[in-house]
């Protein structure tokens, strides 16, 4: 990371400009909708910096692991970047978590969850690593428990990070699949949120993913079938594209500089991915549906400009408040 004076200078008036400053009262943080964005923690600074962060209420910093005896491995914290992304999204109200897991980052969960000693030991360096980055809490993502056994393991973990949490006002979230649980249903009376990854649907080999249709679904399952209180649940949305077959995935930066289609379009160049109006829609519908908010996988796919993803989220949220 360079360490001129102008350029850290630019990085501070930067991350002013793109967070913005606001005079209005905010609501609750109780009621207010959530808009919570996972940020890949390997992004550069500056690059962060470019993102229409007024538009988000939370950031869930991606990731760091467990170790096969219950310390963390920090190799992706990169803890300067994060205190100096902590330091100025706190002035707004933005609260950072941290990524706990993540796809082909779950090998010792398990193992870990299963050990008494070793679960205290994670528990442990958990709070305290958000203690020390001044972070809101930990979004465990799990992917994902195999088996009964490994489904009881996991509630006992969240059971100890959550008592853990408590006594520092900490928050814990968890990230589920679309439509399988996976989890033990007492597992989620332990976390304040779940975020539902809406995408990578792979129900027809052929067909695409995370439409409008498939984000009901899910919803439905999660509140119906599972039964989770709706404001805890967070709809997944996807600043990304899969090849139809799932086969290949693209970011909507570069698929939108490929396409040049309409906001109305959502496939093109052979990839299906969430435009404008569908975000929007998914927004409008979580709105309506009562859930907790919307979550975004990953904010850094997004373009920096006009046609941000995240501004059309953040215009669909504020149309919204100004009719109620």
Same mark, same amino acid.
């Given at each position: 990371?360079?360490?001129?004076?102008?350029?850290?200078?630019?990085?501070?008036?930067?991350?002013?400009?793109?967070?913005?400053?606001?005079? &209005?009262?905010?609501?609750? #943080?109780? =009621? !207010?909708?959530?808009? *919570?964005?996972? /940020?890949?923690?390997? @992004?550069?600074?500056?690059?962060?910096?470019?993102?229409?962060?007024?538009?988000?209420?939370?950031?869930?910093?991606?990731?760091?692991?467990?170790?096969?005896?219950?310390?963390?491995?920090?190799?992706?914290?990169?803890?300067?970047?994060?205190?100096?992304?902590?330091?100025?999204?706190?002035?707004?109200?933005?609260?950072?978590?941290?990524?706990?897991?993540?796809?082909?980052?779950?090998?010792?969960?398990?193992?870990?969850?299963?050990?008494?000693?070793?679960?205290?030991?994670?528990?442990?360096?958990?709070?305290?690593?958000?203690?020390?980055?001044?972070?809101?809490?930990?979004?465990?993502?799990? &992917?994902?428990?195999?088996? #009964?056994? =490994? !489904?009881?393991?996991? *509630?006992?973990? /969240?059971?100890?990070? @959550?008592?853990?949490?408590?006594?520092?006002?900490?928050?814990?979230?968890?990230?589920?699949?679309?439509?399988?649980?996976?989890?033990?249903?007492?597992?989620?009376?332990?976390?304040?949120?779940?975020?539902?990854?809406?995408?990578?649907?792979?129900?027809?080999?052929?067909?695409?993913?995370?439409?409008?249709?498939?984000?009901?679904?899910?919803?439905?399952?999660?509140?119906?079938?599972?039964?989770?209180?709706?404001?805890?649940?967070?709809?997944?949305?996807?600043?990304?594209?899969?090849?139809?077959?799932?086969?290949?995935?693209?970011?909507?930066?570069?698929?939108?500089?490929?396409?040049?289609?309409?906001?109305?379009?959502? #496939?093109?160049?052979?990839?299906?991915?969430?435009?404008?109006?569908?975000?929007?829609?998914?927004?409008?519908?979580?709105?309506?549906?009562?859930?907790?908010?919307?979550?975004?996988?990953?904010?850094?796919?997004?373009?920096?400009?006009?046609?941000?993803?995240?501004?059309?989220?953040?215009?669909?949220?504020?149309?919204?408040?100004?009719?109620?």
């Amino acid at each position: 990371m360079r360490v001129m004076l102008s350029t850290t200078m630019f990085i501070l008036l930067a991350l002013q400009s793109a967070i913005g400053e606001s005079d &209005e009262p905010q609501a609750s #943080e109780q =009621e !207010r909708f959530r808009v *919570t964005g996972y /940020l890949m923690s390997t @992004r550069s600074l500056e690059q962060m910096l470019l993102i229409p962060l007024a538009c988000v209420t939370d950031v869930i910093w991606f990731s760091i692991e467990p170790n096969a005896d219950g310390t963390l491995n920090n190799v992706l914290l990169i803890a300067d970047k994060l205190d100096r992304f902590v330091n100025q999204a706190s002035k707004h109200n933005i609260r950072v978590h941290l990524a706990v897991g993540g796809w082909e980052r779950c090998e010792h969960f398990a193992v870990v969850a299963r050990d008494d000693e070793k679960r205290a030991t994670f528990v442990k360096e958990l709070t305290k690593l958000c203690r020390q980055h001044d972070l809101a809490g930990a979004d465990i993502d799990w &992917e994902y428990p195999r088996d #009964e056994s =490994e !489904r009881a393991a996991a *509630t006992l973990l /969240l059971r100890d990070i @959550r008592a853990s949490f408590d006594e520092l006002g900490l928050e814990l979230s968890v990230a589920v699949a679309s439509r399988q649980a996976h989890f033990e249903a007492a597992a989620f009376d332990f976390v304040h949120h779940l975020h539902i990854m809406s995408y990578d649907h792979h129900g027809s080999q052929h067909g695409p993913h995370s439409t409008f249709d498939q984000a009901q679904g899910d919803t439905t399952f999660w509140r119906d079938q599972q039964k989770i209180t709706v404001n805890k649940l967070l709809l997944g949305v996807p600043f990304y594209g899969r090849r139809l077959g799932n086969e290949g995935s693209i970011d909507y930066r570069t698929w939108s500089d490929q396409t040049e289609v309409r906001d109305d379009i959502n #496939e093109a160049g052979g990839y299906f991915i969430n435009n404008h109006e569908l975000i929007a829609k998914k927004v409008r519908y979580a709105r309506e549906q009562g859930l907790g908010g919307v979550m975004i996988w990953e904010l850094g796919h997004d373009r920096v400009d006009g046609r941000a993803l995240l501004r059309t989220i953040g215009s669909a949220v504020a149309m919204d408040e100004s009719t109620k």
